[in-house]
C-alpha cells in the first residue's frame, strides 16, 4: 500500500506564475509513488487540485497594501485614497505586514486545518512533507506537523531567499523568524541555485542541501528546434512571458528597442503576455513606441499552454530582472525559453543567470538602453545550440527530488530503528 506524501505549497495548477506550472509538472512525479495530500493557499486555488487525493487550504490575510492586478493583466483594485497614501510609508507597511505574516495570527485563521491535519495523521502513515517556499505560510503549516510529530522528515524546497531585499516595507523580523523554521525542521533542503544553495549554508552549515535547478515541461516542448533569425530580417518578435513589476525599467527596455530599430531598419513587436503593474504601464503609455519602429501588444494573464504558443511564435524571448539586481534565484521562465530553444536577451546583472545564459542561450545586457540594442543585434548574428536542453527537464527534475527525498525517509527510518533497539 503506497504511504502518504504532504505537499504544502503557496500556489496550486492553474495560475499564470512559475511556481504553479512548476507544481503541475512535479506532482504527477509524486502521484505515482505516494498517495498525496496537497495543502495550499485559497487565494490561490480555491477548488480542489487534480493531483491529490485530498486537497486541504490555508487562510491568509490581505489588506489595501495588497497588490491586485485587473483582467486584463494591468494594475486594478479600488483607487488609492488620501489617508492609504500617507499611510503607504514603507515602515508603516513593514509594521502592517510583519502583523499580517506573523504565525499567531496563522495559526488563529486555520484552527480548522489544523483539526483536518490531526485526523489525518491519526489515519495515515505519512512518509514525508514537502513544502515549498519562499512563502511563509507553508512553514508554519510545517511547523504544526513537526510539533506533533517530529519523526515525520520535511523536505523544504527553496525557490528564492524568504529573507529578500526586493523592495521596500519588506517585513524583516517575519522573513527572519520563517528561516529559523527552515534550519530547525529542514531535514533535508532543495535550493533551486547555486546562490541559494550558497545563502543557506550561510545560515546553518548544518543543513542538508542538495542542488535541484529549475525546469521545463518536455510536453510542451520536444518538438521544438532553433531557427537562427538573420540581420537581413526586416521584422523581428520578441515576447516577455510573466509578470513585470517591482522595478524591471521596462522604459529603458523599449528605448533600447527602438535604438535597436533605428540602427538596423527592422520593426520590432514586443509581446507581454502577463502582467503588468501600474509603473511598467505608465512607463508604456509615455513612450510612445509605436512612433519608433516598436509595436507593443500586452496580452496580458493567459492560461499556461497559451502562454507557451506566444513564446513558440516569438523569435527572441525577454528577461527582465530587477535593477539592483540578485545573486539567489534564476526565473523560472529561462528553463522554458531554454526547453523552447528561443534565443534568450536578458536585461540582468545577476551572476547566476547571467553565467546560465550569457554567450550560450542567449545575451545578457545591463540595464543601459545602448547596451540593449547592441545585444539584440549580437543575437541576430549568432547562433546558438540547445542540445543539451534535456537536462533541465522537469521529469530529470522530479526524479532527483524523489530520490533526495526517499535518503531523507530512509535516514529517518534508520534513525528511529536505533532509538527502538535502544
Same mark, same amino acid.
Given at each position: 500500500?503506497?504511504?502518504?506524501?504532504i505537499?504544502?505549497?503557496?500556489?496550486?495548477?492553474g495560475q499564470?506564475?512559475?511556481?504553479s506550472?512548476?507544481?503541475a !509538472?512535479?506532482m504527477?512525479?509524486?502521484?505515482?509513488?505516494?498517495?498525496?495530500l496537497?495543502?495550499?493557499?485559497q487565494?490561490f !486555488?480555491?477548488?480542489k487540485t487534480?493531483y491529490?487525493?485530498d486537497?486541504?487550504?490555508?487562510?491568509?490575510?490581505n489588506?489595501v $497594501?495588497?497588490q491586485?492586478f485587473?483582467?486584463?493583466?494591468t494594475a486594478g483594485?479600488k483607487?488609492?485614497?488620501t489617508?492609504?497614501r500617507l499611510?503607504r510609508?514603507?515602515?508603516?507597511i513593514s509594521i502592517?505586514?510583519?502583523?499580517?505574516?506573523?504565525?499567531?495570527? $496563522?495559526?488563529?485563521k486555520?484552527k480548522g486545518?489544523?483539526?483536518?491535519l490531526?485526523r489525518y495523521?491519526?489515519?495515515y502513515?505519512?512518509a514525508a512533507?514537502?513544502?515549498t517556499?519562499?512563502?511563509?505560510?507553508?512553514l508554519?503549516?510545517?511547523?504544526?506537523i513537526?510539533?506533533?510529530?517530529?519523526?515525520?522528515?520535511?523536505?523544504?524546497?527553496?525557490?528564492?531567499?524568504i529573507?529578500?531585499?526586493?523592495g521596500?516595507g519588506?517585513?524583516?523580523?517575519s522573513?527572519?523568524?520563517?528561516?529559523?523554521?527552515v534550519?530547525k525542521h529542514?531535514? !533535508?533542503?532543495i535550493a533551486v541555485?547555486?546562490?541559494?544553495?550558497?545563502?543557506?549554508?550561510g545560515l546553518?552549515?548544518?543543513?542538508?542541501i542538495?542542488?535541484?535547478?529549475?525546469?521545463?515541461?518536455e510536453?510542451y516542448f520536444?518538438?521544438c528546434t532553433?531557427?537562427?533569425k538573420?540581420?537581413?530580417?526586416h521584422?523581428v518578435?520578441?515576447?516577455h512571458?510573466?509578470?513585470?513589476y517591482?522595478?524591471r525599467?521596462?522604459a529603458? $527596455?523599449?528605448?533600447?528597442?527602438?535604438?535597436?530599430s533605428?540602427r538596423?531598419?527592422?520593426?520590432?513587436?514586443?509581446n507581454?503576455?502577463?502582467l503588468?503593474?501600474?509603473?511598467?504601464?505608465?512607463?508604456?503609455?509615455?513612450?510612445?513606441?509605436?512612433?519608433n !519602429?516598436?509595436t507593443?501588444q500586452i496580452i496580458?494573464?493567459v492560461e499556461?499552454?497559451?502562454?507557451?504558443e506566444?513564446?513558440k511564435s516569438?523569435?527572441i524571448?525577454?528577461?527582465?530582472t530587477?535593477?539592483?539586481?540578485s545573486?539567489?534565484?534564476?526565473?523560472?521562465?529561462t528553463?522554458?525559453?531554454i526547453?523552447a530553444?528561443?534565443p534568450?536577451?536578458?536585461?540582468t546583472?545577476?551572476?547566476?543567470?547571467?553565467a546560465?545564459v550569457?554567450g550560450?542561450?542567449?545575451e545578457?545586457?545591463?540595464h543601459d538602453r545602448?547596451?540593449?540594442?547592441?545585444?539584440?543585434?549580437?543575437?541576430?548574428?549568432?547562433?546558438?545550440?540547445?542540445?543539451?536542453?534535456?537536462?533541465f527537464?522537469?521529469?530529470?527534475q522530479s526524479?532527483?527530488?524523489?530520490r533526495?527525498?526517499?535518503?531523507?525517509?530512509?535516514?529517518?527510518?534508520h534513525?528511529?530503528?536505533?532509538?527502538?533497539e535502544?
Amino acid at each position: 500500500m503506497k504511504k502518504s506524501l504532504i505537499v504544502i505549497s503557496d500556489y496550486m495548477e492553474g495560475q499564470p506564475v512559475v511556481a504553479s506550472v512548476r507544481y503541475a !509538472g512535479i506532482m504527477p512525479c509524486f502521484a505515482e509513488k505516494y498517495v498525496l495530500l496537497a495543502i495550499n493557499d485559497q487565494r490561490f !486555488g480555491t477548488g480542489k487540485t487534480v493531483y491529490s487525493d485530498d486537497n486541504y487550504k490555508f487562510h491568509t490575510t490581505n489588506s489595501v $497594501f495588497t497588490q491586485t492586478f485587473d483582467g486584463n493583466g494591468t494594475a486594478g483594485g479600488k483607487k488609492t485614497g488620501t489617508l492609504e497614501r500617507l499611510l503607504r510609508h514603507k515602515w508603516v507597511i513593514s509594521i502592517w505586514r510583519n502583523v499580517k505574516l506573523s504565525k499567531r495570527l $496563522f495559526n488563529q485563521k486555520n484552527k480548522g486545518l489544523f483539526l483536518q491535519l490531526d485526523r489525518y495523521l491519526a489515519e495515515y502513515e505519512v512518509a514525508a512533507v514537502f513544502v515549498t517556499v519562499p512563502d511563509v505560510y507553508g512553514l508554519y503549516v510545517l511547523d504544526y506537523i513537526k510539533q506533533k510529530h517530529p519523526h515525520i522528515p520535511a523536505i523544504i524546497e527553496i525557490r528564492d531567499i524568504i529573507n529578500h531585499d526586493i523592495g521596500e516595507g519588506n517585513p524583516k523580523l517575519s522573513f527572519k523568524r520563517a528561516e529559523k523554521l527552515v534550519c530547525k525542521h529542514g531535514d !533535508g533542503v532543495i535550493a533551486v541555485s547555486q546562490g541559494i544553495e550558497k545563502y543557506y549554508r550561510g545560515l546553518d552549515s548544518a543543513l542538508d542541501i542538495k542542488l535541484v535547478m529549475n525546469g521545463y515541461d518536455e510536453q510542451y516542448f520536444s518538438e521544438c528546434t532553433y531557427h537562427s533569425k538573420a540581420s537581413t530580417e526586416h521584422h523581428v518578435t520578441l515576447a516577455h512571458i510573466g509578470s513585470i513589476y517591482k522595478g524591471r525599467n521596462i522604459a529603458e $527596455f523599449i528605448e533600447g528597442l527602438q535604438i535597436f530599430s533605428n540602427r538596423t531598419g527592422i520593426q520590432v513587436t514586443f509581446n507581454i503576455v502577463g502582467l503588468l503593474d501600474e509603473q511598467a504601464l505608465h512607463d508604456i503609455q509615455n513612450l510612445e513606441p509605436s512612433k519608433n !519602429g516598436v509595436t507593443i501588444q500586452i496580452i496580458g494573464s493567459v492560461e499556461h499552454h497559451k502562454a507557451i504558443e506566444w513564446l513558440k511564435s516569438a523569435d527572441i524571448a525577454v528577461i527582465l530582472t530587477h535593477v539592483k539586481g540578485s545573486d539567489y534565484a534564476i526565473p523560472g521562465k529561462t528553463f522554458e525559453y531554454i526547453g523552447a530553444c528561443k534565443p534568450i536577451i536578458a536585461v540582468t546583472e545577476d551572476g547566476e543567470l547571467t553565467a546560465l545564459v550569457h554567450g550560450r542561450y542567449g545575451e545578457c545586457a545591463r540595464h543601459d538602453r545602448d547596451d540593449i540594442a547592441d545585444r539584440l543585434t549580437c543575437i541576430l548574428q549568432k547562433r546558438y545550440d540547445y542540445s543539451d536542453r534535456n537536462k533541465f527537464s522537469r521529469r530529470m527534475q522530479s526524479e532527483q527530488l524523489l530520490r533526495f527525498m526517499e535518503q531523507k525517509m530512509k535516514e529517518t527510518r534508520h534513525k528511529k530503528k536505533i532509538i527502538n533497539e535502544v
